[in-house]
């Protein structure tokens, strides 16, 4: 009888524990291929750079990338002169002169990004109250708390979130200023949608189909959160054969030098 008490306590703690986590369910995220998954995985560059494009020509009008400066951009395999023109075509406060006031001045390339907003309380101002994260470090924050580890979780879900807006289903209470989206966790964001295909003429004359452009600026974002992805990869293989090539040596010492003793 107890045990049967015990069971029904049970049952309804985890009722009650479900309950609310159900009702934040999201679509789970489909799973892409990328270039830059696996032990020796590598950034698709031209695949950052269309993506580069897509966060220049729409997503940099709201969301900041602080933590990146026009020069790292050569780490996407843009050339010097390259990046020197992208970060000229900028204008950067800097300052003060010798009248102690702030100017503007076109861009170099150890300039960091040029945020679309001078502070927060201008970006909520300018977005009903809503607050666009920094996009820097956004494939690694959301890839913490994606079921699929390590970067590629994190590009699945930008990938998957970008071509996820819906109208909402009959009977949904959507609140003032949001957008449906079917993998945004509680299906409302405040982000309207900032992709429907063809929104950029990519440079490289690829087609900007909405899951192109989803895939590239996810590659994009993937290489900020981390640029230096592909030498910790290297870095982990060479220590990898280094050991495999050292116990093989070891081994035949050992053979070796216990040859006569039986
Ligand atoms: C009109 C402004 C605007 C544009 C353009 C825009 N965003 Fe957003 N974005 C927002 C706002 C506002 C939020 C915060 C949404 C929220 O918390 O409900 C957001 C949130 C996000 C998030 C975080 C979602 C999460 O899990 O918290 C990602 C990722 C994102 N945007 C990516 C992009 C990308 C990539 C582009 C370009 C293709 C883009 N955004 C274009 C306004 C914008």
Redesign the pocket.
Known sequence: MSKLVLWLACAALLALGAAPARAQEAQPIPKNSWSFSGPFGTFDRAAAQRGFQ??EE??S???SMNLLHYGDLVGIGYTEEEVKAIAASKQVTDGPNDQGEMYQRPGRPSDAFVPPFPNEKAARAA?NG????D?SL?IKA?ADSSPIKGLSGGAD??DA??QGFKEPPAGFKMSAN?NYNIY??GN?????Q??AGDDVKYADGTKATLPQ?AHD??TF?TWASEPTMEERKFTGAKVLIFLLVMTGILYAAKRQIWADVH
């Open positions: 897509v966060y729409v997503c009008h709201c969301h977005l809503a607050l666009p994260p996009l956004i959301r879900y930008v979130l970008l949001m945004f966790p409302q964001i405040a982000m309207p900032p992709l452009e600026v996810a974002l």
